[in-house]
């Protein structure tokens, strides 16, 4: 059992950062990948960016590929989500997963259905 809880949303000028937080209760973090996903008003949830258990493979949606920076630290159960540059399309509520992956073809580590929990999310809201 995992339990994530998300930190760090908020208000910020288009152009500006964040860096969201999500803190993972579970002896067994470093078992898991984590992601980040995103979901504005009247769309679907959407992948944002992945790593790997042990850090060495991440993932990033084209779309905040060079802008967002994804980062964990095992030791304190903790994956980080920089975000530079934001735009207004950036603005959503963005939630924490995790899962192990247990297929590793194609873009596994954007797939919802691979991770198992979930944090409440935090929101981010840019403004033009």
């Known amino acids: 059992q995992v339990q994530l809880v998300e930190s760090g949303g908020g208000l910020v000028q288009a152009g500006g950062s964040l860096r969201l937080s999500c803190a993972a209760s579970?002896?067994?973090?470093?078992?898991?990948?984590m992601g980040w996903f995103r979901q504005a008003p009247g769309k679907e949830r959407e992948f944002v960016a992945a790593?790997?258990?042990?850090?060495?493979?991440?993932y990033y949606a084209d779309s905040v590929k060079g802008r967002f920076t994804i980062s964990r630290d095992n030791a304190k159960n903790t994956v980080n989500l920089r975000m530079n540059s934001l735009k207004p399309e950036d603005a959503a509520a963005y939630f924490c997963?995790?899962?192990?992956?247990?297929?590793?073809?194609?873009?596994?580590?954007?797939?919802?259905?691979?991770?198992?929990?979930w944090g409440q999310g935090t929101q981010v809201t840019v403004s033009s």
């Open positions: 997963a995790a899962g192990i992956i247990t297929d590793y073809s194609g873009s596994f580590y954007a797939d919802r259905l691979m991770y198992r929990y």
């Open positions: 790593i790997s258990w042990s850090g060495a493979s991440r």
């Open positions: 579970g002896r067994t973090f470093s078992s898991y990948y």
